[in-house]
């Protein structure tokens, strides 16, 4: 898995496991919301800090967005859909 999709299915896997709506964490990280769904989908790099930032919103240190998935996990599902505020 390239790098880029790598990150992306981490930062969902983790949002998601921690029940936490893109919108929420890009509060807590201070990063757009739509720029979370951009990298939730491989659509943008993010840089070290950003990759900081979400990493410390999360509660997780930056080296869980490089987890390699085992062969048979299946990709995280997302979250109920519309946008809610904890």
Request: hydrophobic share 40%; proline share 6%; net charge positive.
């Amino acid at each position: 898995m390239e790098a880029q999709a790598l990150v992306a299915w981490n930062l969902r896997r983790l949002r998601v496991a921690k029940d936490i709506s893109q919108d929420d964490l890009a509060l807590q990280a201070e990063v757009d919301r739509a720029y979370v769904g951009y990298v939730e989908r491989a659509k943008r790099n993010p840089t070290v800090g950003t990759l900081e930032k979400l990493a410390d919103a999360l509660g997780v240190h930056i080296s869980a967005f490089f987890v390699e998935p085992e062969a048979e996990q299946l990709p995280p599902q997302p979250l109920r859909g519309g946008r809610r505020r904890r």
